[in-house]
Nanobody
Framework: QVQLVESGGGLVQPGGSLRLSCTAS????????IGWIRQAPGKGREGVSC?????????YYPDSVKGRFTISRDNAKNIVYLQMNSLVPEDTAVYYC?????????????????????WGQGTQVTVSS
């Protein structure tokens, strides 16, 4: 069992930056793949980053956020961060932290999203002037 708690959302102007945090608790949380998936009003879920679990974990991004978003993982603290730079209004969404033992969470086609084991409650990010 893994519990996920997000923090760090808020209102930011276009071009600004924001850092989200996802604190994971539970046994062996560091072996899980953890990712950030967002959902804007009236739109489907969209993955924006993920970090595979265990030794030798790596980060993966969809083309839509490469160069702007950076995911990092502190296994000692069981916290995953999402640093978002050069934000645009289209980044406005509820951002969810998600965890699964399978690295298929990093499949940005979204085909695995219905099977993800654990979700946080979400944090709102609004990019607006």
């Amino acid at each position: 069992q893994v519990q996920l708690v997000e923090s760090g959302g808020g209102l930011v102007q276009p071009g600004g930056s924001l850092r989200l945090s996802c604190t994971a608790s539970g046994s062996d949380a560091n072996v899980y793949t953890i990712g950030w998936i967002r959902q804007a009003p009236g739109k489907g879920r969209e993955g924006v980053s993920c970090y595979t679990g265990g030794f030798g974990g790596a980060a993966y991004y969809p083309d839509s956020v490469k160069g702007r978003f950076t995911i990092s993982r502190d296994n000692a603290k069981n916290i995953v961060y999402l640093q978002m730079n050069s934000l645009v209004p289209e980044d406005t969404a509820v951002y969810y932290c998600a965890a699964d033992i399978s690295p298929r969470l990093c499949d940005y086609s979204g085909s695995y999203y219905a099977y993800i084991s654990y979700w946080g409650q979400g944090t709102q990010v609004t990019v607006s002037s």
